[in-house]
């Protein structure tokens, strides 16, 4: 069962959320918040694995939100939905901690899988938020250095590429025929490397620097 709570202002869009996630086998709606300031307030009671999260909130920013969230629970999953794909928040909410980005046209379905996604520690995102990511961060790396590129291991940069393409622990486990635990040990590596609290934060830092 896969535990999901729901930070958004519009109470048609929570609702329809919540009732799509309770209607559905498998996933449950653990908790609905109007705004950051709630749920932060009741964050020690949160058991969800995924937390929805709106950009433009009342009061705390989303953006805000994911880094205080962040903060208190590292391993929680956060996946932002909003109506918003301009580069700089796409950039800035996946660099607060954020694992995944969807705009909120994106069908019932595909927000479910990438749910699921996120959940199994994949970074889900539409596919021309995807893009725009890609290309952005390439667009500011400013080159490879040797320094760089020696501060992760070979297979670290094999994780590393693996999470940038969208792939979950369990595949990167079954590519590079390792185990689960060791890909966890590897990704642990990475963060402290990269001094990250994500996997979007590690791939946006690694691009940047030029080391995938």
Do not use: W
Not at 49 to 55: K, P, R, T
Not at 84 to 110: H, I, M, S, W
Not at 131 to 155: I, Q
């Amino acid at each position: 069962m896969i535990e999901v709570a729901i930070v958004e202002d519009n109470a048609t869009i929570r609702q329809g959320l919540a009732e799509l996630i309770d209607g559905t086998p498998g996933y449950r709606c653990s908790g609905t918040y109007n705004d950051c300031e709630t749920l932060l307030a009741r964050l020690r009671e949160m058991r969800a694995q995924v937390l929805l999260m709106d950009i433009r909130l009342p009061g705390m920013s989303g953006i805000e939100g994911v880094r205080r969230v962040k903060q208190v629970l590292p391993d929680v999953n956060i996946l932002i939905l909003t109506i918003y794909d301009e580069n700089d928040l796409v950039f800035e909410a996946l660099c607060a901690g954020a694992c995944g980005y969807l705009v909120k046209k994106t069908p019932p379905a595909r927000l479910l899988e990438a749910i699921s996604e996120a959940a199994a520690g994949g970074s889900p995102m539409s596919s021309h938020i995807a893009r725009k990511v890609v290309n952005l961060l390439r667009e500011t790396s400013p080159g490879k250095s040797r320094a760089e590129e020696a501060l992760l291991t070979r297979r670290e940069r094999e994780i590393l590429n693996g999470l940038a393409e969208g792939g979950t622990y369990q595949t990167l486990a079954r590519d590079s025929n390792i185990s689960t635990d060791t890909v966890r040990f590897h990704i642990r590596n990475i963060y402290r490397k990269l001094h990250a609290h994500s996997q979007s934060e590690a791939v946006a830092k690694a691009l940047r620097k030029g080391i995938i």
